[in-house]
């Protein structure tokens, strides 16, 4: 079984809808990120935790929220999805005394018509 | 800011050509490195990484060498094949209040032809 999951996979919205995206984690890391990739871009952080009761926003953090429910459940929310939020969406984990390393979940291509 | 920059894609090779991908970093103090592969319909994973100047990241037959004076970290194979085709990302993380977070450049496609 994959360490880093993502759910769902695929999602189609429509404009103002409320869509939430999951992801679980088995590797026992404390931090989790969140980031969305457009073409050209690169990875953008969108929201990172490293802790239970740590949430801090990243560069993009407008139009989302998250909630760390556990240590291993991290999940991310559109309040209100637009269009210009159709993208590829990451989850990753990495264990904040070690060497850095993410580990990134499988992602979860999201459209919002 | 922190900031990564990579070559421009997409870069299309001949089996057992030899590959360059290019990235140059800014960053306040002393960056760690990493180079991280997307393979189709993969999230990324970690290909190799430099945590102090002059260090040689190197896995699967691709290296990269730190270098502090030049600000660069480009990523080389000597001999690629068709199984390397995936997106290639410089990223940095730089210590301080970034702690912990990666700046990712904006990946490179990489197509391998028999």
């Known amino acids: 079984d994959a360490d880093v999951t993502q759910t769902p996979r695929n999602r189609i919205t429509k404009t103002g809808k409320r869509i939430m995206l999951e992801c679980s984690q088995t590797k026992g890391h404390d931090r989790m990120y969140w980031y969305r990739q457009d073409p050209g871009l690169g990875l953008r952080l969108i929201y990172y935790s490293f802790d239970v009761k740590d949430i801090n926003k990243g560069e993009i953090s407008d139009g989302y929220s998250v909630s760390r429910q556990a240590q291993a459940k991290f999940s991310l929310s559109l309040e209100s999805a637009i269009p210009n939020q159709t993208a590829l969406y990451f989850c990753?984990?990495?264990?904040?005394?070690?060497?850095?390393?993410?580990?990134f979940g499988p992602g979860t291509r999201l459209t919002v018509l | 800011g922190n900031s990564v920059t990579q070559m421009e894609g997409p870069v299309t090779l001949s089996e057992e050509a030899f590959l360059t991908i290019n990235c140059t970093y800014t960053?306040?103090?002393?960056?760690?490195l990493f180079w991280y592969v997307q393979y189709p319909g993969e999230g990324l994973q970690l290909l190799l990484k430099?945590?102090?100047?002059?260090d040689k990241g190197s896995n699967k037959g691709f290296e990269a060498t730190y270098r502090k004076e030049t600000t660069s970290f480009h990523l080389e194979k000597g001999s690629v094949q068709v199984s390397d085709s995936a997106v290639y990302f410089c990223?940095?993380?730089?210590?301080?209040?970034?702690?912990?977070?990666?700046?990712f450049g904006q990946g490179t496609i990489l197509t391998v032809h028999p």
């Open positions: 960053a306040t103090g002393y960056p760690s």
């Open positions: 990223a940095l993380r730089a210590g301080g209040t970034s702690y912990g977070k990666l700046t």
């Open positions: 430099a945590t102090k100047a002059d």
């Open positions: 990753a984990t990495s264990w904040g005394t070690s060497t850095d390393t993410q580990y």
